[in-house]
């Protein structure tokens, strides 16, 4: 047998000698324990989990669901109610949901894994010795001071979170932007590890008059032209007046997809009302502007 009680053949297969925590299918928070008889089960999150059904197999409520716990609420209020009975995970509620966060920094020595807690290697000599074959745990080593194995808890992406299937809740340990707790955006993927993806609020980063749908930003009806800030209606949108990012400013309203100054004696040029006559910088016409000797009268620039 190996460490934490988890016996391991030479080919890598896993032989759970005791229960192991996974998570449930579509619950990143809910944890079931599976027994033995289920280890084959436990490699992903396991269909089925539920409060009464926490030995993953397929049977709810069964005799072996009786011995199981469960680890912590799939809703919260405060952080206190997200014990999740491993004692070296940070535990805080985000948004009614339990975010768990394994902190070596809890543990004496060893590595903190969010499927057993804290875990101290074998005594050893040198590296070689340490390799465990597990596959949820790297950087194997043989620490030459108390020559014990340590190790690290897989976690590819480095956001802190272990995959689910070593007992972690991120649901994508390729992507750091795809975390527990993270910000859910319209992109046809759980970016905050959920279960789902592109769940509100997915869609708010779509911006004004959009929405979230099939993994990308759609306008809605009545707003055609998709810019930076969400969808507009560009014939008398103020900010993306006739094209994206031509905003018509405080002194100008848009019309027919043009900025309208409300004097009629001032010009609308690329950034807001001016006199034609005066302005050196658009002098006659936008955009004309008078050399630094020059000054602009009546609409035409003359020497100073
Ligand atoms: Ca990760
Ligand atoms: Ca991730
Ligand atoms: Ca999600
Ligand atoms: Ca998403």
């Known amino acids: 047998m190996?460490?934490?009680?988890?016996?391991?053949?030479?080919?890598?297969?896993?032989?759970?000698?005791?229960?192991?925590?996974r998570h449930c299918a579509g619950d990143m928070n809910m944890r079931c324990t599976v027994v033995a008889a289920f280890a084959a089960l436990a490699l992903g999150p396991i269909a089925g989990c539920s409060p009464a059904n926490n030995t993953g197999d397929t049977v709810a409520t069964d005799a072996m669901d009786t011995v199981m716990r469960e680890a912590g609420p799939s809703t919260?209020?405060?952080?206190?109610?997200?014990?999740?009975?491993?004692?070296?995970?940070?535990?805080?509620?985000?948004?009614?949901r339990c975010i768990h966060t394994?902190?070596?920094m809890r543990c004496t020595s060893g590595a903190c894994d969010p499927r057993t807690g804290c875990s101290s290697g074998a005594t050893c000599g040198r590296d070689a010795e340490c390799n465990d074959l597990d596959p949820c745990t790297t950087n194997e080593r043989c620490?030459?001071?108390?020559?014990?194995?340590?190790?690290?808890?897989?976690?590819?992406?480095?956001?802190?979170?272990?995959?689910?299937?070593?007992?972690?809740?991120?649901?994508?340990?390729?992507?750091?932007?795809?975390?527990?707790?993270?910000?859910?955006?319209?992109?046809?993927?759980?970016?905050?590890?959920?279960?789902?993806?592109?769940?509100?609020?997915?869609?708010?980063?779509?911006?004004?008059?959009?929405?979230?749908?099939?993994?990308?930003?759609?306008?809605?009806?009545?707003?055609?032209l998709q810019c930076a800030d969400g969808c507009v209606e560009p014939m008398t949108d103020p900010v993306d007046c006739g094209m994206c990012g031509q905003p018509c400013g405080m002194m100008a309203s848009c019309m027919a997809g043009t900025c309208v100054c409300a004097s009629g004696t001032a010009t609308f040029c690329r950034f807001g009302c001016t006199d034609l006559m005066t302005d050196a910088l658009n002098c006659g016409m936008c955009a004309t502007r008078c050399a630094m000797s020059e000054r602009c009268v009546a609409g035409v620039c003359v020497p100073r």
Do not use: K, Y
């Open 143 to 224: 620490d030459m001071t108390s020559h014990v194995c340590v190790w690290d808890i897989l976690d590819r992406d480095n956001d802190g979170h272990p995959p689910v299937q070593c007992g972690g809740q991120d649901c994508d340990d390729a992507r750091p932007d795809a975390t527990p707790g993270g910000t859910e955006r319209c992109n046809g993927l759980d970016d905050d590890c959920d279960g789902m993806a592109d769940d509100p609020p997915a869609g708010v980063d779509c911006g004004r008059n959009s929405f979230c749908m099939a993994g990308r930003c759609q306008c809605r009806t009545g707003f055609p």
């Open 102 to 104: 394994p902190n070596a």
């Open 2 to 21: 190996g460490r934490n009680g988890v016996g391991q053949r030479q080919d890598g297969v896993l032989t759970e000698s005791r229960p192991v925590v």
């Open 76 to 96: 919260c209020t405060t952080s206190a109610t997200c014990n999740d009975n491993i004692p070296c995970t940070d535990e805080v509620c985000v948004g009614g």
